[in-house]
């Protein structure tokens, strides 16, 4: 029953804004780390950032550092990946990665189908 929800991909112009959502159930009470992460065409998958559940403490790939913006709605369990300034290097599918250590003592990992973003010059 765990799932995990990416949405709000879309196109934008060259400096606009985005804000993608990661919808999650099933390990709400678990500790677990949420990440997003991205792939581009002909480019290996990269992680953009994370942030934990508990204490909301964010980790981001240097590329991204005060352009995208990474936060928690524990009442929606919703994590947003807010971007701004967008570059067309950008442009990637993103995905939604749930790291979380379950009551039995195991990590796992469950991901999203991702969705896609497109910048445009």
């Given at each position: 029953?765990?799932?995990?929800?990416?949405?709000?991909?879309?196109?934008?112009?060259?400096?606009?804004?985005?804000?993608?959502?990661?919808?999650?159930?099933?390990?709400t009470l678990d500790y677990h780390t949420i990440g997003w992460f991205?792939?581009?065409?002909?480019k290996e998958r990269e992680g953009?950032?994370?942030?934990?559940?508990?204490?909301?403490?964010?980790?981001?790939v240097d590329s991204v550092k005060g352009r995208?913006?990474?936060?928690?709605?524990?009442?929606r369990n919703t994590v947003y990946l807010q971007m701004n300034s967008l570059k067309?290097?950008?442009?990637?599918?993103?995905?939604?990665?749930a790291h979380v250590f379950s009551s039995v003592g195991r990590w796992y990992d469950y991901w999203g189908q991702g969705t896609q973003v497109t910048v445009s010059s």
């Open positions: 029953q765990v799932q995990v929800v990416e949405s709000g991909g879309d196109l934008v112009q060259h400096g606009g804004s985005l804000t993608l959502s990661c919808v999650t159930s099933g390990f991205r792939q581009a065409p002909g953009v950032g994370c942030i934990s559940s508990s204490d909301n403490r964010t980790n981001y995208l913006t990474i936060s928690r709605d524990n009442a067309p290097e950008d442009a990637a599918v993103y995905s939604c990665n």
